[in-house]
Every structure is written in structure tokens, then in C-alpha cells.
């Protein structure tokens, strides 16, 4: 079946620095979606890739979907400690909307 | 409304008790979802509803019935369930084509099985 896989699993920063996280699938997907889960918290929505090649950013946080759309990558410049939480990436295979395929997630943990 | 509701928000069930987890949502969304997550792992789907419609079961045990009473409500009704079902459900909603958006969570259902 589908495999995303996602890393790393688990990342601790200091405040003010990078991050990136990354997600590859074996298959050629539809489009990939991220999420962010809070601490005791439940998924939200971020954003969602499409087309091949894609960058998309909002404020501090770039998504970008490769070429081949089976790999994608979250990188959040100058972390905050707002940021902490597990982000997690969701795809979708080819022509299927209704089901999508979550990686492991990555848990970010911010030191102030 | 941007937003999914779940009722109740914890829930501590013996063995042998019979309850309902409930989902609502007005955002006009056609697809609705039930996903189980264990703590430290990503969401898992269980059943999705499009149009009313149940169109997927991910092999789901029977001890958990979904039912979908009409597009803007959700249920999954439990019986007999076991100590490792224990988790936090999560339903969600998307629009069935979902060109441009991801699911909308609602803040899940902490469940214990006891």
C-alpha cells in the first residue's frame, strides 16, 4: 500500500533558528497536504500542493512539492516558540480525493 | 461556521458499556471522516461518508458502527470495546472534490476503555 514517510521524527531548536522537515511517498501523488497538531491539541489544516514544482509560503512557514510529486518538504524560518507542536504531512494518491495517507509527523520543540 | 464539533470531549467506557461519539458540522462539507490516534502517531482513517454514503471502511472492527444520519451530522456508536481502543477519535470534514482544502478536524474525543 501507500507509504508516506516522514523526517526526522523528532527536532529541538533553539529559538530564532531554521527547521525543515521532510516527506517522501513511494507513489506519485495527487497532492500533499500539511498539518500542524498542537500539544493536546487536534490536526489543522495548513496548507495543500498540487502541481509539480510547487512553493507556496505563508509568513515565516515555505511548503514545497518536488518535481516527480512524491516528495515534499515544510521549512519554518527563525523559529518562535508559537511553533512548537508535531507537523504532520498527508497524501493523497493519484485521482483519490477522499483518502489520504499521513506520515509519522515530525515534533518540533522550540528552546526559548 | 468553520467548525467541527465532537461530543463529549472525554469519555471513560467499561467493557461491556454501549455509547455514541457525535460530529457536527454547518459548513456545508459532504465528506465526513472518522480517524483514531494513538498518542505519538499520526492520524488513522477509519471511515469515510460521502454524501451520507459510507464509501470507505479501513477494515474497521464491528464493534464500532458509524452512522451517518443526515450531511451535517456523525456518529460512531461503540459496543464491547477493548482496553487497547482506547484513543483520541478525531471526526473531520472536506468537501468531496477537494480542490483546494484539507480536512477541518474537530478537537476529538479522548476515549478510555476501561
Known amino acids: 500500500g501507500q507509504q508516506v514517510m516522514q523526517i526526522p521524527q523528532y527536532q529541538h531548536v533553539q529559538e530564532g533558528e531554521d527547521f525543515t522537515t521532510y516527506c517522501n511517498s513511494s507513489t506519485t501523488l495527487s497532492n500533499i497536504q500539511w498539518y500542524k497538531q498542537r500539544p493536546g491539541g487536534h490536526p489543522v489544516f495548513l496548507i495543500q500542493l498540487v502541481k509539480s514544482g510547487e512553493v507556496k509560503k505563508q509568513k515565516r512557514l515555505t511548503f514545497q512539492f518536488g518535481e516527480a510529486k512524491k516528495n515534499s518538504s515544510l521549512h519554518i524560518t527563525a523559529t518562535q516558540t508559537t511553533d512548537v507542536g508535531t507537523y504532520f504531512c498527508a497524501g493523497s494518491l493519484s485521482g483519490g480525493y477522499q483518502k489520504v495517507t499521513f506520515g509519522i509527523g515530525t515534533k518540533l520543540q522550540v528552546i526559548p | 461556521d468553520t467548525e467541527v464539533t465532537q461530543t463529549p470531549k472525554h469519555l471513560v467506557m467499561g467493557m461491556t458499556n454501549k455509547k455514541s461519539l457525535k460530529c457536527e458540522q454547518h459548513m456545508g462539507h459532504r465528506a465526513m471522516y472518522w480517524y483514531k490516534q494513538k498518542a505519538k502517531k499520526p492520524p488513522e482513517l477509519m471511515f469515510v461518508y460521502s454524501y451520507e454514503k459510507l464509501s470507505i471502511n479501513e477494515s474497521v472492527p464491528s464493534r464500532f458502527s458509524p452512522e451517518c444520519p443526515n450531511s451535517s451530522l456523525l456518529n460512531l456508536h461503540l459496543h464491547a470495546l477493548q482496553p487497547e481502543d482506547s484513543a483520541l477519535y478525531l471526526c473531520?470534514?472536506?468537501?468531496?472534490?477537494?480542490?483546494?482544502?484539507?480536512?477541518?478536524f474537530g478537537s476529538g474525543t479522548r476515549l478510555t476503555v476501561v
Open positions: 473531520a470534514s472536506r468537501t468531496p472534490t477537494g480542490a483546494n482544502y484539507g480536512y477541518t
